[in-house]
């Protein structure tokens, strides 16, 4: 089945410093979603990417699709404490519009 | 614009024993799904409604778990026993034509 990891699995940075977290998955994807999970919370959409190679930023979120479509990043730039959570991307094979296949999460722990 | 609902947000129960977890998704919204989450993981689709039919249940452990969306609205999973290995939290999700998903809260199930 269709598999999508995530590197690295953890991170713990000081505040200011930056942030990239890389999704891999086995098949290609119709298009990428990322999500952002806080501690004890539930995971909140972020964004979509959906042409190879697209690249969309929000503030000091920067999100990459690969060319191939089957890899993606997400960088933070300067991390502040309130980025503190897990990261997941997901993405549904081509074809398979609404089944979302979740990665393993990247966790970010940022402090002071 | 209210959120996803789920209730009840914590469950202990013994092992063999029913439980059912009951999702209100947003108006208008005609794809639910159900995930399972297990701790350092990201979620795994159960079941994925559009409206009530029940498109992809192909993770769904049909011999304990069932899921029924009456009327396409709000829709209930159900265990039945439950087991051990059934600990986790179970999120309902809701979208409109499959793109962005918006999760609930969550139930977090132990057993024991």
């Known amino acids: 089945g269709q598999q999508v990891m995530q590197i690295p699995q953890y991170q713990h940075v000081q505040e200011g410093e930056d942030f990239t977290t890389y999704c891999n998955s086995s098949t290609t994807l119709s298009n990428i979603q990322w999500y952002k999970q806080r501690p004890g919370g539930h995971p909140v959409f972020l964004i979509q990417l959906v042409k190879s190679g697209e690249v969309k930023k929000q503030k000091r979120l920067t999100f990459q699709f690969g060319e191939a479509k089957k890899n993606s990043s997400l960088h933070i730039t300067a991390t502040q404490t309130t980025d503190v959570g897990t990261y997941f991307c997901a993405g549904p094979k081509t074809g398979t519009a609404s089944k979302l296949t979740f990665g393993t999460g990247t966790r970010l722990q940022v402090t002071l | 614009e209210a959120g996803v609902v789920q209730s009840p947000r914590y469950k202990i129960i013994e092992k063999k024993q029913p439980v059912a977890f009951w999702c209100n998704p947003i108006?208008?919204?005609?794809?639910l799904y159900w995930y399972r989450q297990n701790l350092g993981q990201g979620p795994e689709l159960l079941i994925r409604?559009?409206?009530?039919?029940?498109?992809?249940d192909s993770q769904l452990p049909k011999d304990r778990f069932s899921a029924e969306r009456l009327k396409g609205v709000d829709s209930t999973l159900k265990i039945q026993p439950a087991e051990l290995g059934d600990s986790a939290v179970y999120l309902c999700a809701s979208s409109v034509a499959g793109v962005e998903q918006y999760f609930g809260p969550g139930t977090r199930l132990t057993v024991t």
């Open positions: 409604y559009e409206n009530e039919e029940a498109v992809d």
């Open positions: 108006s208008g919204h005609n794809t």
